[in-house]
């Protein structure tokens, strides 16, 4: 695995119903573009259809649009709900994005996060895990061979489907099944040797089985003969900081209260266990006493991930922040930057080198300084004895 930790977001994106969508799908642009310059890794884009605040429906049209404003971060589907497409349709767009973004394209796949989406096109939700399987399977084939797949259910029909072109990516661009709290995600990633995305990491019960997903990954890889690497684990959580700790406390009074009355009342997701508070203050606490995230500062931001370091037994490969409207635009952004200044370096291996250079000039100042006095005044001593000479 390698040594530098990735960091991204996952945009879902949760913006506050009733507010000009046009406004917020392009700030939700502009937001990877002001990742792509600080430079940040990755960015994930959701798709829902439904509840009136995760209002991307197509995240590889946000992603075709965001890949031509960016110079270099990468872009995911957070995750495309495999269980409503057609599966030949998912890789044929997956490759087109691959082309398009000259291989800064990922492709993440799950079964859809929210009932009421799923309701909406005839689907419970223990169907939609059924077909994330299916999906999978058949995603993985067409991409990975030249074989025909003859494939029907009562959603899907394909009779010797081909895709007429190859990933622009060699082999293949990075692909990851989503994961909450079941082994399901785990095990299909494990069998495929994909990678996996913890959406729940830092909810009680996610953050309690990293370490078993993490297993539920290398014995299905082990018993289908594939590799995972942890390098391609991605975890989730929540991170809002500032200068202090008492500016970070200020700026989540902007949108916090709305964010937990989502998951509260709105959203039929029970696995986004939030609590039962009513006050900011009490959102606060919950996020900082119960693991879900950090609201404060650098340090504790450096912690947070110290802490789920150690609870996934051998580490991951990237920490995606789960972004939210808990500030304001422009205290949501100046977020983003302290965490490329001062929580992206603590593992990416840029900290201890000048922190290092910096305690080495500090030591030899001392002798350092007289000798360099003891330079200046030579060459002084020189300039005045060839000034008495000509006089």
């Known amino acids: 695995m390698s040594d530098r930790l990735r960091f991204g977001i996952f945009l879902a994106p949760f913006h506050p119903a009733g507010e000009n969508p046009t406004l917020l799908i392009e700030g939700d642009l502009g937001l990877i573009e002001h990742l792509d310059r600080l430079g940040y890794d990755e960015a994930w884009i959701g798709e829902h259809h439904s509840a009136g605040t995760e209002i991307i ?86 991409l990975t061979t030249d074989e025909p797949v003859t494939f029907e259910n009562d959603r899907w029909k394909l009779v010797d489907a081909r895709l007429h072109l190859r990933p622009y990516s060699n082999p293949l661009f990075d692909m990851a099944v989503a994961a909450v709290a079941s082994p399901a995600g785990p095990s299909i990633a494990g069998q495929y040797g994909m990678g996996l995305l913890s959406i729940g990491a830092t909810t009680a019960a996610g953050f309690d089985i990293l370490g078993l997903h993490w297993d539920v990954m290398e014995e299905r890889a082990a018993h289908f003969g594939t590799a995972v690497d942890r390098d391609k684990w991605r975890l989730v959580g929540m991170m809002h900081i500032a200068e202090t700790k008492e500016q970070a406390y200020k700026d989540v009074e902007h949108g916090i209260e709305q964010w937990f009355q989502y998951f509260q009342h709105t959203a039929a997701f029970p696995q986004m266990a939030v609590g039962d508070g009513t006050t900011v203050r009490e959102y606060i606490d919950f996020v900082n ?103």
């Open 289 to 391: 006493e119960s693991g879900l995230g950090t609201i404060g500062t650098a340090d504790e931001a450096c912690e947070q991930i110290d802490r789920l370091m150690k609870q996934s037994n051998g580490g991951f490969g990237a920490y995606l922040m789960l972004a939210h409207d808990w500030a304001n635009p422009e205290r949501m952004k100046r977020s983003y930057e302290l965490i490329a200044r001062h929580v992206m370096p603590q593992f990416q291996g840029q900290s201890w080198s000048t922190q290092q250079a910096a305690a080495r000039a500090a030591a030899a100042r001392e002798h350092l300084s007289k000798s360099n006095m003891a330079a200046v005044e030579a060459a002084t001593a020189k300039y005045a004895s060839a000034l008495a000479a000509k006089g």
């Open 57 to 142: 429906a197509s995240p590889e049209i946000f992603i075709a649009a965001a890949a031509q404003r960016t110079r270099r971060i990468k872009l995911g589907t957070g995750v495309t709900s495999i269980s409503y497409h057609n599966p030949f349709w998912v890789a044929e767009r997956a490759v087109q994005l691959d082309h398009m973004t000259r291989g800064r394209f990922m492709l993440g796949m799950g079964p859809g996060s929210l009932p009421s989406d799923a309701a909406m096109v005839g689907l419970d939700m223990p169907r939609t895990r059924e077909l994330l399987e299916q999906g999978v399977g058949i995603v993985h084939q067409l």
